[in-house]
């Protein structure tokens, strides 16, 4: 009996020292980050329920030097979404609508045939892209609700880009339409909806339906929102920043974004997801049921497949994760859940440009299990060069991706100011750290120019994830 109780405590010493290991790694993770200036923000790290650490660093008001707590909110960029897909597996469940709906069904208006909810849920509806849309399609002047872009959708994009599920392509239309779905069948309001049936049951007091620039009501103890300014070498409100404008006239938006919420909050989502508080089992499953493409399944790579809001992948020692990010400019977001091993990381950051919250989770990952990780890319901010009104005129014209011909970037200049826009996306000023080569603030990425012996450029390369996109100028 003795040697029984010998054992016991010592397996509860070994269980206290490891998780003092982990704690002790991660403290010196978010050290080395913060020590860098790469990381402002909030992280929870649960296993079994339980935080096993849970810090807060940096700002949550630069301006008026107010720190952040573990309480803080933040916006959730896209990890709304898998909270919109909980809304519809809710009211699928309760025979309301079906994943096979029809588009048409609900916005007859439209034209995109053969879409169904599903297709939505999955990304596999070929619908445009309305996320960085400016003076081109929108008064941006103005704000811009749900029903504005279903209205506008059409004027825009009259198809679907391909065969409704035939290929994935992620959009953030889907979810917008998602969420009016949504309000269209029970009667309520998005915002009023996730609040009666899927945040207070799930115990989240403090997260809601938010678009800080528009509600009457602001929510206390708020993280506000910076981007780093190549210009003012420092980091500024992102509401002073005009290559960020979508991040304002877009604001009121909800369903595939709009969602705020704390650490906090998110780990009582995660639990709620290991009940039967807000759908049956057998309903949740369907959120990670790969989707079947003319070629493999939808997602991102062949690893890491998409659900109903949700990238789910698996492995031998850490079963299934389920995961998403979230991005708008002044915000990332991570939450990562392993329920069969019954561990949860959530990062949620207020500081663009700082470092990856897919690293970040990636090293927690490594930590939880013992594993040797990698730190995080270093991030180095820059500090633009000044150049003439020539030189970023003489910059100016169309390039084509010479993989892709139906790939383009679009170079523009205003006085000295340098503008790259890609196909079906915004334009973002560029910023020069000599005359052909330029980086962007609002993704870690960088164009360089290649200028042949007459002064005009030829060619333009974009540097981006790992990636060298060598784009060919045309002829005017």
Known sequence: MKMRYLFIALSLLTL??????????LQRLFDTLVARNNFNGCVLVAEEDKPIYKKAFGYADQEKGIPLNTASLFELASVSKQFTAMAIMQLQEKGKLSYEDSLQKYFPALPYRGVT???LLTHTSGITEFLGWNQQQLDTSRFYFNEDIV??????ADSAAFRPGSKFSYSNTNYLLLAQIVAIVSGESFADYMQQHVFIPAGMKNTHVYSRLTAKNKLPNYALSYSWSAVANDFIPVNQQIEMGYRKYLDPIAGPYG???NVEDLLKWDQALNTEKLVSRKTQEEAYAPFPLENGFAGFTSDSKYGFGWIFSKSPLKGNMYWHTGGLPGYTSVIARYPDTHKTIIVLCNYWNMASVVEIMSAIDHILWGEPYKMPTAIIYKRSISITNAQA???EGKYTWDSQPGVEMYITSKGNHVYARLTNQAA????????NSFFYTVVAAKIKFDIADDG???RLTLFQ???ELKMTRQQE
């Open 16 to 25: 206290q020292a490891t998780a003092q290991n982990k704690t002790d790694s």
């Open 117 to 119: 909810i599903r297709n």
């Open 151 to 156: 209205k506008l959708l059409p004027t825009v």
């Open 259 to 261: 969602i705020s919420s």
């Open 393 to 395: 005129l003489n910059l």
């Open 428 to 435: 973002y000023e560029i910023y020069p750290d000599s005359v």
């Open 456 to 458: 005009k450029p030829v």
């Open 465 to 467: 994830n790992g990636l």
